[in-house]
């Protein structure tokens, strides 16, 4: 079945520093791949998403490109602020079709904790 | 549009106790979904619904029941609840299953 492999965490930056949450899948077909945040105390934003192999997803600084050479889908951002700390989770979207059509399968996530 | 809202936003039950989480959406959506959230293992998938009088199992199903008479609203209930039901509980909406889904802020449910 799918699956979602992210870096195991937590990732404690300083601020300005270089991010970069590596996120691996193994999927059938042509699935979409998706980066949500979760901030704390609150529920799960869809930070950026890409649909197919090449793409880059971009928001708030971060980027996430589309490799299904290597199957990855790379969240980096290249200066952290204090308000980047929160969980990062990676997702991919099946579909090929048939019972999982459809369906988000997530990474265990990555939390992140930016200094001052 | 308050997107989507859930309650309580805590709980704690003990052992074979029932209850129901609420969730609703006023975004029209037809897709709504319950996920819980554990420690590693980020979020897996309870049960699904594609629209009002459909609904299906997920990833995790068991001890948990679903109905979807509006599309609005979609509760879960926990029949007896168990100590491993200990978990965060998303709610989650969308147009469609492969379009963008909004989640609401969680519930925190402990059993003891």
């Known amino acids: 079945g799918d699956s979602v492999t992210q870096m195991e965490g937590p990732v404690t930056l300083s601020e300005e520093a270089c991010l970069t949450i590596n996120c691996t899948y193994t999927a059938t077909g042509y699935p979409s791949l998706f980066w949500y945040v979760q901030y704390p105390g609150e529920g799960l934003q869809l930070l950026l998403k890409?649909?197919?192999?090449?793409d880059k997803g971009s928001n708030k600084g971060f980027e996430a490109t589309y490799r299904k050479e290597t199957t990855s889908f790379h969240l980096e951002k290249g200066s952290v602020q204090v308000s980047d700390s929160a969980v990062y989770f990676c997702a991919l979207r099946d579909n090929a079709g048939g019972t999982s059509y459809g369906k988000l399968t997530f990474g265990q996530g990555t939390i992140l904790t930016v200094h001052p | 549009n308050a997107g989507v809202t859930q309650t309580p936003k805590f709980q704690v039950l003990k052992t074979g106790q029932s209850m129901t989480l609420q969730c609703a959406q006023d975004?029209?959506?037809?897709?709504m979904s319950w996920y819980r959230q554990d420690p590693g293992m980020g979020l897996r998938l309870i049960h699904y619904s594609v629209g009002a009088g459909i609904t299906d199992q997920g990833e995790v199903p068991n001890g948990y029941n679903v109905s979807r008479s509006t599309t609005e609203d979609f509760p879960l209930r926990l029949l007896s609840a168990a100590p491993s039901q200990t978990s965060v509980y998303f709610c989650?909406?969308?147009?469609?299953?492969?379009?963008?889904?909004?989640f609401g802020p969680g519930t925190r449910l402990t059993v003891l």
């Open positions: 975004m029209n959506h037809e897709y």
């Open positions: 890409a649909t197919k192999a090449d």
């Open positions: 989650a909406s969308s147009y469609s299953r492969v379009d963008t889904q909004y």
